[in-house]
Nanobody, 123 residues
Framework: QVQLVESGGGTVESGGSLRLSCAASGYTYGTMAWFRQEPGKGREGVAAIDDDGATSYAGSVKGRFTISRDTETLYLQMNNLKPEDTAKYYC?????????????????????WGKGTLVTVSS
């Protein structure tokens, strides 16, 4: 059974940093991604990484966020945070063959999701 559990969210001032983690179990392959969702809005793909380490980022976070993974955990290092980064962040995994770019655009195609962790950036 695939399980994803996010942690690391919190409240930080504008310009600060946070590192999100997603503990993963029950599978050993697939493209993993971080999505975020503000209240009343749809989910937005933030960053994705495949089994070979290839990455893709949303334009709004490129240069500020870094996605990485090891055997059991997915990470999102978030630097120079802005108030518009405030959202609930979710990790997800695709056990099929989506590329990282496809994963960012296809939240409905992801197979498993965590329950999310809240990030609040104050101005």
């Amino acid at each position: 059974q695939v399980q994803l559990v996010e942690s690391g969210g919190g409240t930080v001032e504008s310009g600060g940093s946070l590192r999100l983690s997603c503990a993963a179990s029950g599978y050993t392959y697939g493209t993993m991604a971080w999505f975020r969702q503000e209240p009343g809005k749809g989910r937005e793909g933030v960053a994705a990484i495949d089994d070979d380490g290839a990455t893709s980022y949303a334009g709004s976070v490129k240069g500020r966020f870094t996605i990485s993974r090891d055997t059991e955990t997915l990470y999102l290092q978030m630097n120079n945070l802005k108030p518009e980064d405030t959202a609930k962040y979710y990790c997800a995994v695709d056990l099929g063959r989506m590329s990282t770019e496809q994963a960012l655009r296809n939240d409905h195609g992801m197979d498993y999701w965590g329950k999310g962790t809240l990030v609040t950036v104050s101005s």
